[in-house]
């Protein structure tokens, strides 16, 4: 969640400077991605240095690239590892009640404000889980700790709303850039999952924020982050045909793997285990396939090499991807910190290959390339759980440089993208938010509906008159033409519907009938706090021109009044303003 506080503000000349031309958010755009980079580059060195120490690798070895491990240091590291991160969550929900909110959810809801003290935790949280072996990805830690760096500096320049969302997708894209190796996918990764679209004038500071992490990452950082993909055999017309098949069994796997999620942390809320033993519990079952595969343990960095890694025999193939998917749904399901980028990589990659494998053996006419299934099928996974598919079709083009692999790539991930959204409708960022309540499904900027408020449209000089009235008196007090409507309340003051004066004035109208008799909307009201879409679904359930406004239901005091057409005037209006904004 954000939080109000001291944060840094830049000199009144800078802010000034910064904010009055586009090229100096280039520059800023530029710093950014530098500043991510080194994050980048720091984090993944560090999470090595606790795999070479607590796992007893040699310098320069990868956890996921093992044959073998320790039995003893596989399940003891993982299963005290998660049980100090479990104590460490519960003591920091003490001093930091709430949760922390991602890039995603930052820019839909927030104009991309985010906490930067709470992204360096969830930095560290994932450091940790990935450091002691927990099968998830560093690329949550990596984003959320770059996006807050640059939500920090947008803060300080005191950037619009919309050039501080594009600082946000700079420093995701940056992050993105540098751990994959992947500038394009880095800079379409913001555009579609941060940003939730592509404008000309967020081109050149997303472009240039990604390719300035790529250089920070590649310079500093020790050893290679990117995938390592090489000796793709000939793509042919049939192989862009069995693409599309692929990409569909693709989706239905991913939306095993989310739901798969949110079940096993379900099912750990309902046997009531204290929660710092949740991780620690998850750690122990991830320990316990680590003594068939090591390559189950962390994000998968060092299994994710498809030139190599597939020519390990089928079977071991299948053991790893079953093994895989169950370890990272227990390792996020049970409270360990990061995402499903790299394991949906690792998965998809090897689930090509064996449906190559497969389909060769079934129908050896077919003989598909299992190098070539192997990068679709790694997109295709990908392009479901975390949801862009024109940022993995960039991975899997600049890990290859095979433009027409790239053309089955595309059609596997539209495919499987459109079948996920179609069958399931969240990606894995967006499903999480789902279940802590919120509706959003993209970055796109909805914040300003939230802010958009009942409070902030209703007029609060209605005029009210007692529900007991006769119509006669009533019709003395208000002749035709002094007021389109009057809200009617009973004895106690409270809410008991709208009058229409030319209701009251009806030629059948009897004078010495009550009001009641004509009150309209007498059970549908508007409270204060709904949003601009809560209230038009209000005035569409009550097929209203206008309704009132109660500080509560229970107490049912009106306050206001507000009618459909000023929200709907109003709305279009902020809306128009947004777009405006959105295209610069």
Known sequence: MTRPGFYLEAPRWLRTFVRARETSLVVVAAL?????????????????????????????????????????????????????????????LRWRPGREIDPIEANALHGGAMSFRGSVIVALQTVWSSGVGGSVGLEAGYTQIASGVASSIGRALHLRRSDQRIMVGCGA???????????????????????????????????????????????????????????????????????????????????????????????????????PLRPALGGLLVGLLALVTPEVLSSGHGALHVSGGMTTPVMALVTVFVLKAIASVISLGSGFRGGLFFASLLLGAIGGHLFAAAATALMPWLALDTSVYAVIGMSALSASIIGGPLTMTFIALEAT????????????????????????????????????????RSAADVGWIRDLTVRSMMRADMVTVNADLGIAQFRESFPLGSKNQVIAIDADERYAGIVLVADAHAPERKPDDSLRKILRSRGFTLLPNWNVQEAVAAFDRAEAESLAVLDTLDRGRVIGVLTEAHVLRRYAEEFEKRRRDFIG
């Open 173 to 275: 894209a940056a992050a993105i850039a540098g751990a994959f190796g992947a500038p394009l996918a880095g800079a379409f990764y913001a555009f579609e999952l941060i940003i939730g679209g592509y404008t000309a004038a967020s081109l050149t500071p997303i472009g240039v924020a990604a390719v300035a992490g790529y250089a920070a990452t590649r310079m500093f950082s020790p050893l290679s982050l990117g995938i390592s993909v090489s000796q793709i055999g000939e793509v042919t017309g049939q192989d862009l045909a069995v693409a599309a098949l692929l990409g569909l069994i693709a989706a239905m796997f991913g939306i095993g793997i989310m739901r798969g999620v949110a079940q096993c942390d379900t099912l750990l809320q309902k046997i009531r285990l204290w929660p």
């Open 32 to 92: 950014i991605g530098g500043i991510a980079g080194l994050l980048v580059a720091a984090m993944s060195a560090a999470v090595n240095l606790m795999h070479e120490g607590l796992f007893n690798l040699q310098l320069g070895e990868r956890l996921s690239g093992q044959t073998w491990i320790d039995p003893v240091r596989a399940i003891l590291v993982p299963t005290l590892g998660g049980l100090v991160l479990g104590v460490a969550l519960l003591l920091l």
């Open 401 to 440: 440089g095979n433009l027409w692999l790239s053309t089955a790539v595309l059609i596997a991930v539209i495919v499987s993208t459109q079948t996920t959204r179609e069958l399931f409708g969240y990606s894995f960022a967006t499903w999480r938010l789902h279940l802590r309540g919120e509706t959003i």
